[in-house]
């Protein structure tokens, strides 16, 4: 937005200069120009809340009710990491705990909640024909 306003700021005080032939009322070229530049940003801004969507922070909590991949040998109540997918096709290994037997390296788990305060997921067991973010075959 800064760029916008020196391209305007610097425009109105060329034209400006170049049709204004008193000296005297050379003087107000920059105030216009600086007035010119304020409007244009401001127009610019409005423009932008209008037209661009908000931008979508990705949180922890984005990955509650996605399934992941166990990538440790196994996860208990105090131990484990898992591989999940987020919507833009990027991986991220994070924390899981369980309180369920049967979850080894490279078994299918469903992400069900998150502890902000021990910050991992708690994931149960998933049968990963079920995944709807599975990309088809």
Not at 1 to 8: A, C, D, F, H, R
Not at 18 to 41: F, Q, T
Not at 69 to 82: E, L, P
Not at 93 to 113: K, N, P, W, Y
Request: hydrophobic content about 45%; charged content about 20%.
């Amino acid at each position: 937005m800064v760029s916008t306003g020196i391209v305007i700021a610097w425009f109105v005080a060329l034209t400006g200069d170049a049709l204004i032939d008193h000296r005297w009322l050379r003087v107000a070229v920059l105030p216009a120009a600086l007035g010119a530049a304020w409007v244009g940003i401001r127009v610019q801004r409005r423009l932008a809340h209008r037209f661009l969507p908000p931008e979508r922070v990705p949180s922890r909590e984005h990955f509650v009710g996605r399934v992941c991949v166990i990538r440790t040998s196994r996860v208990s109540a105090d131990f484990g990491q898992a591989e999940v997918t987020a919507d833009d096709g990027s991986t991220a290994t994070v924390q899981v705990r369980t309180h369920e037997a049967g979850l080894v390296s490279g078994s299918h788990a469903l992400i069900f909640d998150y502890d902000a305060d021990g910050e991992f997921f708690r994931v149960a067991p998933f049968d990963s024909a079920l995944d709807p973010h599975r990309p088809a075959v």
